[in-house]
């Protein structure tokens, strides 16, 4: 049996909460004017999302050039190699060690955190639950993420939005890498990675 309504009487947190103390299988979508993001669910465990913006989808490979994790140049290349040999981008890009499987989760991560951000931003919409249905049916690395954790952390995020644009609210504003860089000696692999891009 399906589930449908708006943002009205429910909230989306109370909806991917309700739907992980149920351990129920199927996707929820949910849709607030042009945008629509879907969830993937079993047994109550995320097992990837979706955000598309007027028809159009982000789809992972934006994520893995995002995170810095492979140029525009290696995208290009393995895409055409995953054509021609009738592979997913991710089979090739694994079978020549330019992504392990669990970098692949830990984008795979990255990427459903930002979507619920994104969900959790907005203030009205609709949604849908088609139970016993998938994505990502056929990929080869499967995920399997702790509703709440991501749901926490999204709340995080959304209670300190607020002090983080007041700082960043100037578009004109332009981070730029210092001469000599007070950097620690030991810096996390995110860490590097936003350093890289600055």
Same mark, same amino acid.
């Given at each position: 049996?399906?589930?449908?309504?708006?943002?009205?009487?429910?909230?989306?947190?109370?909806?991917?909460?309700?739907?992980?103390?149920?351990?129920?299988?199927?996707?929820?979508?949910?849709?607030?004017?042009?945008?629509?993001?879907?969830?993937?669910?079993?047994?109550?465990?995320?097992?990837?999302?979706?955000?598309?913006?007027?028809? $159009?989808?982000? !789809?992972?490979?934006?994520? +893995?050039?995002?995170?810095? /994790? &492979?140029?525009?140049?290696?995208?290009? =290349?393995?895409?055409?190699?995953?054509?021609?040999?009738?592979?997913?981008?991710?089979?090739?890009?694994?079978?020549?060690?330019?992504?392990?499987?669990?970098?692949?989760?830990?984008?795979?991560?990255?990427?459903?955190?930002?979507?619920?951000?994104?969900?959790?931003?907005?203030?009205?919409?609709?949604?849908?639950?088609?139970?016993?249905?998938?994505?990502?049916?056929?990929?080869?690395?499967?995920? $399997?993420?702790? !509703?709440?954790?991501?749901? +926490?952390?999204?709340?995080? /995020? &959304?209670?300190?939005?607020?002090?983080? =644009?007041?700082?960043?609210?100037?578009?004109?504003?332009?981070?730029?890498?210092?001469?000599?860089?007070?950097?620690?000696?030991?810096?996390?692999?995110?860490?590097?990675?936003?350093?890289?891009?600055?």
């Amino acid at each position: 049996m399906g589930l449908e309504g708006d943002f009205k009487s429910v909230s989306p947190v109370e909806l991917l909460q309700m739907i992980a103390q149920q351990q129920k299988t199927g996707v929820m979508t949910f849709v607030s004017k042009t945008d629509t993001i879907s969830i993937s669910f079993d047994n109550g465990r995320i097992t990837g999302a979706i955000h598309g913006r007027g028809g $159009s989808q982000f !789809p992972l490979e934006r994520y +893995l050039v995002v995170s810095g /994790r &492979i140029s525009k140049e290696e995208l290009y =290349k393995a895409k055409l190699k995953a054509e021609e040999a009738g592979l997913s981008l991710e089979a090739v890009l694994m079978k020549e060690g330019v992504l392990t499987e669990d970098i692949f989760r830990e984008i795979i991560r990255c990427k459903v955190q930002e979507i619920l951000d994104e969900l959790f931003s907005w203030e009205e919409g609709k949604y849908r639950f088609e139970p016993g249905v998938a994505l990502y049916s056929r990929s080869r690395v499967k995920v $399997s993420f702790d !509703p709440m954790g991501l749901i +926490l952390e999204g709340m995080r /995020r &959304i209670d300190e939005w607020p002090q983080m =644009k007041k700082v960043l609210d100037n578009p004109q504003l332009v981070f730029d890498k210092k001469e000599s860089p007070d950097v620690p000696a030991s810096m996390e692999e995110d860490e590097k990675i936003v350093l890289s891009l600055i």
